[in-house]
């Protein structure tokens, strides 16, 4: 009889905090529908909702935010008989290996992370960016801001959700590579500590090009949540297409050739993600002889992430009232994921040499 060769776990999640925007659509989940159709792969797909809780907790949003973003994954394509989905919460076996592994973690790595370093100067509202950090936070905390020692064992708890899993694969944006250095660190150095091979290390996955990186409509490097520059996936017709239309631009190219500037280049980079090849090639000639009009490849982006989101749309108009379907989705979800996650759970702790007596 052949022998089955075993499927690569493939695993990501997205932070419950507000709807998805078309940056996280490029970076993360059109990734995660297309690790469906090959069947190499084993998908966990989830939402993280405790990393949500290390910035700003509110009760009322988070629930709302969770059952928003089960409802993107699906509107999205990603396939409940294909993939595993499930909330970070329902899976009780990572809080405990959280606690587990963060004995393996030392609080100098985390502070020098560079998310760990932007949202601590949010959270007590220092503008300065020097390396400094633990003194800032010793010096600026106060009984109204503090830096939450959860923010601090973000990356632990990320580590924890792949690792759990055993899962080599983790399709996430660029802006992600460093927290997955960290678990491939963090995995290393547990196996090496207790002489065993429990973690494997995990690798960034793009089917062979490179992370991408979805610019901000104001001109900015990053699309982003926090950043107020984003395209939703809820946004309407009318809505996407006033947000391209406002996009940042400049005066226009003067000599022929010439380098895009900045939000022009942004655009250019959107296009590329959203527009045909020839749409491309037709806007970048247009560019470089100097014939370009701003206004004509923005209505034609706008076009062009009408048709990509409308379908999307619809889809979340038809799946958000489902309460019993996405309740479905994710009770099983979550049997299939602490599933895997008790098998490895009870391996950390036998290593570790925490034994019954009963
Ligand atoms: P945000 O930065 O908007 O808060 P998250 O940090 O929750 O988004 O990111 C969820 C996923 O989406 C991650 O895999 C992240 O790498 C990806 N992502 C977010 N913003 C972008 C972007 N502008 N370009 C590419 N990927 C992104
Ligand atoms: N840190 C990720 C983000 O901000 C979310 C996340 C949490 C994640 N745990 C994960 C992504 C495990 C991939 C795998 O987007």
Same mark, same amino acid.
């Given at each position: 009889?052949?022998?089955?060769?075993?499927?690569?776990?493939?695993?990501?999640?997205?932070?419950?905090?507000?709807?998805?925007?078309?940056?996280?659509?490029?970076?993360?989940?059109?990734?995660?529908?297309?690790?469906?159709?090959?069947?190499?792969?084993?998908?966990?797909? *989830?939402?993280?909702?405790?990393?949500?809780?290390?910035?700003?907790?509110?009760?009322? %949003?988070? #629930?709302?935010?969770? &059952?928003?973003?089960?409802?993107?994954?699906?509107?999205?394509? /990603?396939?409940?008989?294909?993939?595993?989905?499930?909330?970070?919460?329902?899976?009780?076996?990572?809080?405990?290996?959280?606690?587990?592994?963060?004995? #393996?973690?030392?609080? +100098?790595?985390?502070?020098?992370?560079?998310?760990?370093?932007?949202?601590?100067?949010?959270?007590?509202? $220092? #503008? !300065?960016?020097?390396?400094? =950090?633990?003194?800032? $936070? $010793?010096?600026?905390?106060?009984?109204?801001?503090?830096?939450?020692?959860?923010?601090?064992?973000?990356?632990?708890?990320?580590?924890?959700?792949?690792?759990?899993?055993?899962?080599?694969?983790?399709?996430?944006?660029?802006?992600?590579?460093?927290?997955?250095?960290?678990?491939?660190?963090?995995? &290393?150095? *547990?196996?090496?500590?207790?002489?065993?091979?429990?973690?494997?290390?995990?690798?960034?996955?793009?089917?062979? +090009?490179?992370?991408?990186?979805?610019?901000?409509?104001? +001109?900015?490097?990053?699309?982003?949540?926090? @950043?107020?520059?984003? /395209?939703?996936?809820?946004?309407?017709?009318?809505?996407?297409?006033?947000?391209?239309?406002?996009?940042?631009?400049?005066? +226009?190219?003067?000599?022929?050739?010439?380098?895009?500037?900045?939000?022009?280049?942004?655009?250019? !980079?959107?296009?590329?993600?959203?527009?045909?090849?020839?749409?491309?090639?037709?806007?970048?000639?247009?560019?470089?002889?100097?014939?370009?009009?701003?206004?004509?490849?923005?209505?034609?982006? %706008?076009?062009?992430?009408?048709?990509?989101?409308?379908?999307?749309? @619809?889809? $979340?108009?038809?799946?958000?009232?489902?309460?019993?379907? =996405?309740?479905?989705?994710?009770?099983?979800?979550? @049997?299939?994921?602490? @599933?895997?996650?008790?098998?490895?759970?009870?391996?950390? &702790?036998?290593?570790?040499?925490?034994?019954?007596?009963?």
């Amino acid at each position: 009889m052949e022998e089955k060769k075993e499927k690569e776990i493939v695993l990501s999640g997205i932070r419950a905090t507000g709807n998805l925007h078309i940056g996280n659509y490029f970076g993360a989940l059109s990734k995660f529908v297309r690790m469906q159709q090959d069947d190499k792969y084993e998908n966990l797909f *989830f939402v993280a909702d405790l990393h949500a809780l290390t910035t700003a907790p509110d009760p009322a %949003a988070l #629930h709302a935010n969770v &059952r928003s973003i089960v409802t993107e994954y699906l509107a999205a394509g /990603i396939d409940p008989e294909k993939s595993t989905i499930f909330v970070q919460s329902d899976v009780p076996e990572v809080s405990e290996l959280y606690l587990l592994l963060n004995m #393996h973690v030392g609080i +100098g790595e985390l502070m020098r992370t560079a998310s760990f370093k932007d949202k601590a100067r949010k959270a007590l509202g $220092i #503008h !300065s960016d020097s390396d400094n =950090i633990e003194s800032e $936070i $010793i010096g600026n905390e106060s009984t109204s801001k503090r830096v939450n020692a959860g923010l601090l064992t973000y990356p632990t708890l990320m580590a924890v959700d792949i690792l759990i899993q055993k899962a080599q694969k983790v399709p996430v944006g660029k802006d992600q590579e460093q927290h997955l250095e960290l678990t491939r660190r963090f995995a &290393r150095r *547990f196996n090496n500590f207790y002489g065993v091979e429990l973690f494997p290390e995990p690798y960034n996955f793009d089917f062979g +090009g490179k992370p991408v990186k979805v610019p901000g409509l104001d +001109g900015s490097g990053k699309m982003g949540k926090s @950043e107020g520059n984003c /395209i939703y996936l809820i946004d309407d017709e009318k809505t996407l297409r006033k947000k391209v239309m406002r996009a940042v631009t400049d005066q +226009g190219p003067t000599e022929p050739n010439s380098e895009p500037t900045q939000p022009i280049a942004n655009l250019f !980079s959107l296009m590329e993600l959203a527009s045909t090849p020839d749409t491309v090639e037709h806007f970048r000639k247009a560019y470089a002889d100097c014939s370009i009009r701003y206004g004509d490849l923005k209505k034609q982006l %706008a076009e062009d992430l009408v048709a990509l989101t409308a379908p999307i749309r @619809e889809r $979340i108009q038809a799946i958000s009232g489902d309460d019993a379907y =996405i309740g479905r989705v994710l009770r099983e979800g979550a @049997e299939k994921a602490r @599933e895997r996650a008790a098998r490895t759970l009870s391996e950390a &702790r036998e290593v570790m040499g925490i034994r019954k007596f009963y």
